[in-house]
Protein backbone atom coordinates (compact mmCIF):
# COMPACT_ATOMS: atom_id res chain seq x y z
CA UNK A 1 0.00 0.00 0.00
CA UNK A 2 1.17 3.60 -0.76
CA UNK A 3 0.31 7.05 -1.74
CA UNK A 4 0.68 7.59 -5.22
CA UNK A 5 1.52 10.79 -7.36
CA UNK A 6 -1.52 12.01 -8.44
CA UNK A 7 -1.05 13.28 -12.32
CA UNK A 8 -2.20 16.90 -12.77
CA UNK A 9 -4.26 18.10 -15.89
CA UNK A 10 -2.33 18.43 -18.75
CA UNK A 11 -0.92 14.79 -18.17
CA UNK A 12 -1.58 12.38 -21.31
CA UNK A 13 -3.26 9.53 -19.72
CA UNK A 14 -6.23 12.28 -17.82
CA UNK A 15 -6.98 12.32 -21.59
CA UNK A 16 -7.31 8.53 -22.55
CA UNK A 17 -10.31 5.71 -22.50
CA UNK A 18 -9.56 4.04 -19.74
CA UNK A 19 -9.62 -0.11 -20.08
CA UNK A 20 -11.85 -2.63 -18.56
CA UNK A 21 -10.79 -4.23 -16.07
CA UNK A 22 -10.43 -8.48 -16.53
CA UNK A 23 -9.95 -10.18 -13.41
CA UNK A 24 -11.18 -8.16 -10.10
CA UNK A 25 -9.24 -10.42 -8.48
CA UNK A 26 -5.68 -10.27 -9.99
CA UNK A 27 -3.37 -8.88 -7.82
CA UNK A 28 -2.84 -5.57 -9.68
CA UNK A 29 -6.30 -4.90 -9.09
CA UNK A 30 -6.20 -5.67 -6.03
CA UNK A 31 -3.17 -3.58 -5.53
CA UNK A 32 -4.64 -0.76 -7.74
CA UNK A 33 -7.82 -0.58 -5.09
CA UNK A 34 -5.10 0.07 -1.85
CA UNK A 35 -3.36 2.54 -3.46
CA UNK A 36 -6.33 4.49 -4.96
CA UNK A 37 -7.54 4.55 -0.82
CA UNK A 38 -4.50 5.26 0.35
CA UNK A 39 -4.27 8.19 -2.18
CA UNK A 40 -7.70 9.82 -1.71
CA UNK A 41 -7.95 9.41 1.83
CA UNK A 42 -3.86 11.46 1.99
CA UNK A 43 -5.15 14.01 -0.46
CA UNK A 44 -8.94 14.16 1.70
CA UNK A 45 -10.56 13.81 -2.03
CA UNK A 46 -14.08 12.82 -2.09
CA UNK A 47 -13.10 10.44 -4.95
CA UNK A 48 -10.23 9.09 -7.14
CA UNK A 49 -9.93 7.76 -10.39
CA UNK A 50 -7.27 4.93 -11.63
CA UNK A 51 -5.70 7.16 -14.50
CA UNK A 52 -5.34 10.30 -11.95
CA UNK A 53 -2.59 7.98 -9.95
CA UNK A 54 -1.31 6.70 -13.62
CA UNK A 55 -3.01 3.40 -14.35
CA UNK A 56 -5.73 3.96 -17.38
CA UNK A 57 -8.03 1.35 -16.09
CA UNK A 58 -11.84 1.14 -15.55
CA UNK A 59 -11.46 1.44 -11.86
CA UNK A 60 -12.52 4.29 -9.48
CA UNK A 61 -13.27 4.79 -5.47
CA UNK A 62 -14.90 7.33 -3.72
CA UNK A 63 -16.04 7.83 -0.35
CA UNK A 64 -14.58 7.00 3.10
CA UNK A 65 -17.70 6.96 5.20
CA UNK A 66 -16.49 9.68 7.39
CA UNK A 67 -17.02 13.67 6.33
CA UNK A 68 -14.66 15.70 4.01
CA UNK A 69 -12.94 18.59 5.14
CA UNK A 70 -12.88 19.55 1.27
CA UNK A 71 -16.16 19.22 0.98
CA UNK A 72 -17.91 20.07 3.79
CA UNK A 73 -21.53 20.80 3.27
CA UNK A 74 -21.36 16.79 1.69
CA UNK A 75 -23.44 14.03 3.21
CA UNK A 76 -20.88 11.49 4.75
CA UNK A 77 -20.88 8.36 1.41
CA UNK A 78 -19.36 5.09 2.50
CA UNK A 79 -16.52 3.57 0.73
CA UNK A 80 -17.25 2.27 -2.58
CA UNK A 81 -15.38 1.02 -5.66
CA UNK A 82 -16.33 0.54 -8.93
CA UNK A 83 -15.05 -1.49 -11.96
CA UNK A 84 -16.29 -1.13 -15.56
CA UNK A 85 -19.11 1.04 -14.64
CA UNK A 86 -21.83 2.36 -16.58
CA UNK A 87 -24.41 4.82 -16.01
CA UNK A 88 -27.97 5.54 -16.81
CA UNK A 89 -29.55 8.81 -16.16
CA UNK A 90 -33.30 8.17 -14.40
CA UNK A 91 -35.39 10.80 -15.87
CA UNK A 92 -33.96 14.36 -16.97
CA UNK A 93 -33.83 16.54 -14.11
CA UNK A 94 -30.46 17.78 -14.08
CA UNK A 95 -28.70 20.28 -11.27
CA UNK A 96 -25.45 22.24 -11.53
CA UNK A 97 -22.86 22.51 -8.29
CA UNK A 98 -19.34 23.16 -8.15
CA UNK A 99 -16.70 20.52 -8.13
CA UNK A 100 -13.15 19.97 -7.43
CA UNK A 101 -10.70 17.62 -8.40
CA UNK A 102 -6.75 16.38 -7.53
CA UNK A 103 -5.82 16.56 -10.95
CA UNK A 104 -7.09 20.34 -10.89
CA UNK A 105 -5.79 21.43 -7.74
CA UNK A 106 -6.43 24.19 -6.28
CA UNK A 107 -9.58 25.47 -8.59
CA UNK A 108 -13.23 24.66 -8.44
CA UNK A 109 -16.26 25.15 -11.44
CA UNK A 110 -19.75 24.67 -11.44
CA UNK A 111 -20.97 21.91 -13.78
CA UNK A 112 -24.07 20.32 -14.83
CA UNK A 113 -24.82 16.87 -13.44
CA UNK A 114 -27.88 14.39 -13.75
CA UNK A 115 -30.00 15.05 -10.41
CA UNK A 116 -30.91 10.72 -10.14
CA UNK A 117 -28.98 8.35 -11.82
CA UNK A 118 -28.49 4.30 -11.58
CA UNK A 119 -25.05 2.82 -12.12
CA UNK A 120 -23.99 -0.72 -12.45
CA UNK A 121 -20.31 -1.78 -12.25
CA UNK A 122 -18.53 -4.67 -10.28
CA UNK A 123 -17.24 -3.99 -7.08
CA UNK A 124 -14.17 -4.72 -5.45
CA UNK A 125 -14.32 -8.66 -5.77
CA UNK A 126 -16.08 -8.42 -8.63
CA UNK A 127 -19.63 -8.75 -7.92
CA UNK A 128 -22.16 -7.32 -9.75
CA UNK A 129 -23.49 -4.15 -7.86
CA UNK A 130 -26.39 -1.67 -8.92
CA UNK A 131 -27.63 1.50 -7.03
CA UNK A 132 -29.32 4.05 -7.76
CA UNK A 133 -28.15 7.67 -6.78
CA UNK A 134 -28.97 11.05 -6.58
CA UNK A 135 -27.63 14.32 -4.93
CA UNK A 136 -24.08 14.57 -4.23
CA UNK A 137 -22.87 10.93 -4.56
CA UNK A 138 -24.71 10.91 -7.69
CA UNK A 139 -22.33 14.26 -8.72
CA UNK A 140 -19.55 12.03 -7.30
CA UNK A 141 -19.76 9.11 -9.24
CA UNK A 142 -20.09 11.42 -12.89
CA UNK A 143 -17.20 12.81 -12.08
CA UNK A 144 -15.02 9.76 -11.42
CA UNK A 145 -16.96 8.01 -14.03
CA UNK A 146 -15.65 11.16 -16.62
CA UNK A 147 -12.10 10.30 -15.66
CA UNK A 148 -12.46 7.22 -17.26
CA UNK A 149 -13.46 8.45 -20.27
CA UNK A 150 -10.40 11.35 -20.44
CA UNK A 151 -12.64 14.00 -19.42
CA UNK A 152 -12.37 16.51 -16.21
CA UNK A 153 -14.66 18.96 -15.41
CA UNK A 154 -13.25 21.85 -16.68
CA UNK A 155 -14.56 20.28 -20.15
CA UNK A 156 -17.70 20.62 -18.77
CA UNK A 157 -17.92 23.86 -17.06
CA UNK A 158 -22.15 25.57 -16.72
CA UNK A 159 -19.81 28.82 -17.62
CA UNK A 160 -16.03 29.80 -18.13
CA UNK A 161 -16.99 32.74 -15.79
CA UNK A 162 -18.03 29.82 -13.09
CA UNK A 163 -14.39 28.60 -12.34
CA UNK A 164 -11.44 29.78 -10.07
CA UNK A 165 -8.97 29.67 -7.81
CA UNK A 166 -10.76 28.50 -4.07
CA UNK A 167 -9.65 31.41 -2.20
CA UNK A 168 -11.24 33.84 -4.62
CA UNK A 169 -14.64 32.39 -5.20
CA UNK A 170 -14.86 32.14 -1.42
CA UNK A 171 -13.65 35.82 -0.99
CA UNK A 172 -16.13 36.59 -3.51
CA UNK A 173 -18.87 34.56 -1.97
CA UNK A 174 -19.41 32.33 -4.44
CA UNK A 175 -19.03 29.17 -2.97
CA UNK A 176 -18.99 28.62 1.15
CA UNK A 177 -15.37 28.40 2.79
CA UNK A 178 -13.25 25.29 2.30
CA UNK A 179 -10.75 24.34 5.43
CA UNK A 180 -7.05 23.35 4.15
NI1 LIG B 1 -11.40 14.33 -10.37
Redo the contacts with the bound molecule.
Keep these: MSIQNVLRMGHPILQQLARPVRDASAPEIQQLIHDLRDTMRAHH?A???AP?IGQSVQVVIYGTGAPNPRYPEAPTIAETILMNPSLEPIGTETESGW??????PGLRGEVRRWKRLRIQALDSRGQELERVLEGFEARVVQ??C??LNGI??PQKLTSNQRFGYIEELITSGQIPAVPG
Excluded at 99 to 104: A, I, P, T
Design positions: GGLAQEGCLSVHEDHLF
